[in-house]
Nanobody, 125 residues
């Protein structure tokens, strides 16, 4: 059974940074596409970013337009962890952030499969 655990959320002022982590247990992340999505109260789920599994063709990464240039996704297979570095945070980034395995990582950022409990990110002065 896939288990993912997110951490690193918190309260930050506008313009600040946070780094989220997503640790997998009971399976190896290496060959899985992993993504992040967020859910704010009263809003639809929004795909934020995804990264393909490790393969001979190299990693492919996608970002939503709302975070492109501010967020960076990365993976450390030795630690079985995927990260989301978030810079220049804005109040509109406030949401619960989830990491998830994906059946496909592409620019649609839609094909989320299994996810963790989420971590709250609040951007406020």
């Amino acid at each position: 059974q896939v288990q993912l655990e997110e951490a690193g959320g918190g309260l930050v002022q506008p313009g600040g940074s946070l780094k989220l982590s997503c640790v997998a247990s009971r399976f190896a992340l290496d060959y899985h596409a992993i993504g992040w999505f967020r859910q704010a109260p009263g809003k639809e789920r929004e795909g934020v970013s995804c990264i393909t599994g490790t393969s001979g063709t190299g990693l492919i990464i996608h970002y939503s337009d709302s975070v492109k240039g501010r967020f960076t996704i990365s993976r450390n297979n030795r630690r079985n962890t995927v990260y989301l570095q978030m810079n220049s945070l804005e109040p509109e980034d406030t949401a619960v952030y989830y990491c998830a395995t994906m059946t496909m990582c592409d620019k649609r950022l839609s094909f989320f499969d299994s996810w963790g409990q989420g971590t709250q990110v609040t951007v406020s002065s």
